[in-house]
Nanobody, 123 residues
Framework: QVQLVESGGGLVQAGASLKLSCAASGRTFSSYVMAWFRQAPGKEHQFVAAITYSAVTTAYAGSVRGRFTISRDNAKKMVYLQMNSLKPEDTAVYYC????????????????WGQGTQVTVSS
């Protein structure tokens, strides 16, 4: 029902900024909590940020708090992740995800996932 497609990844230098976009298709986008996860080579999916349907509440992993900002535009069915002051440890495949299970950081609660976009930060 919901299809998510990420874009905006790339290879950047440490300290640079990137803005990831997630385009959603589906008629109930505004009712979903949206999140970004990332997966570094050889590691499990890591929660990055989440935002409620109203955008009133957001959550961030401690490692990105203050540097990353999640936002959404329900009318346009878009979710964004503005990433500033990127570090080499931010290197990962970044995934957009959606859930109707409430505001959660738990990977398994998200039923819809994008294909991922690669972010590589060099030193």
């Amino acid at each position: 029902q919901v299809q998510l497609v990420e874009s905006g990844g790339g290879l950047v230098q440490a300290g640079a900024s990137l803005k990831l976009s997630c385009a959603a298709s589906g008629r109930t986008f505004s009712s979903y909590v949206m999140a970004w996860f990332r997966q570094a080579p050889g590691k499990e999916h890591q929660f990055v940020a989440a935002i409620t349907y109203s955008a009133v509440t957001t959550a961030y992993a401690g490692s990105v708090r203050g540097r990353f900002t999640i936002s959404r535009d329900n009318a346009k069915k878009m979710v964004y992740l503005q990433m500033n002051s990127l570090k080499p440890e931010d290197t990962a495949v970044y995934y957009c995800a959606a859930t109707s299970n409430g505001f959660t950081r738990v990977t398994s609660e998200y039923g819809y996932w994008g294909q991922g976009t690669q972010v590589t930060v060099s030193s």
